[in-house]
C-alpha cells in the first residue's frame, strides 16, 4: 500500500521532506536500507557518527525566506518594526541581549611558538635535524677511536 505525500507530511514533518523522498519506506512504515533489506541496528559509534551527519544535513537544507515575496505590511509585522521609525529602543536591546553586537569575530589564530615548532621540526627541517645527529654520532665514534699523537 503506497503512501501518499501528505501522509507522509504528517509522519516525518515538512523538515525531513528531502529525507523522506530518498529514503524507501517499508509497508509498516519502517526504514529500509538501499537493498530493501531492513535497517540493521548500529553500535554506538556509528549511531554517534550518524546522529553526526544527520545534523550536518538539518544544517545544509535551504531556509525558506519569502521576504521578497510578501507584503511590506506583513514584513513589518513579521520583524516587528516600522518603516518610518525603524526599531524601538526596547526591542533594539532585546534583540541586542538575544543576537549579540552586529560584528564579526576574529578567526582563530596560531600562537607564534607554535608556528616556529612546526618550522624547525617539519618536513624536510626534520630530515635535516636526523642527519645532524648522525653526523655527531659518527664523529663520536671516530674520535672516540682515533689514538692521539
Not at 501518499?4 to 525531513?16: A, I, P, V, Y
Not at 535497517?39 to 535551504?62: G, I, N, P, R
Request: hydrophobic share 35%.
Amino acid at each position: 500500500m503506497a503512501t501518499t505525500e501528505l501522509e507522509m507530511d504528517e509522519d516525518f514533518g515538512r523538515s525531513q521532506s528531502y529525507r523522506v523522498a530518498t529514503t524507501p519506506l517499508m509497508g509498516d512504515g519502517s526504514k529500509e536500507k538501499d537493498g530493501g533489506k531492513p535497517a540493521k541496528k548500529l553500535s554506538k559509534s556509528k549511531a554517534k557518527k550518524k546522529e553526526k551527519k544527520e545534523d550536518l544535513e538539518d544544517l545544509k537544507k535551504e531556509l525558506e525566506i519569502d521576504w521578497h515575496t510578501i507584503t511590506l505590511e506583513d514584513l513589518c509585522s513579521r520583524l516587528e518594526t516600522n518603516t518610518q521609525t525603524g526599531l524601538t529602543k526596547e526591542k533594539a536591546a532585546e534583540i541586542l541581549e538575544r543576537d549579540g553586537p552586529n560584528s564579526l569575530s576574529p578567526p582563530p589564530t596560531t600562537p607564534e611558538w607554535v608556528k616556529f615548532a612546526k618550522q624547525l621540526f617539519g618536513g624536510f627541517a626534520l630530515l635535516l635535524w636526523f642527519g645532524s645527529i648522525l653526523c655527531f654520532i659518527a664523529y663520536g665514534i671516530l674520535a672516540a677511536t682515533e689514538e692521539e699523537p
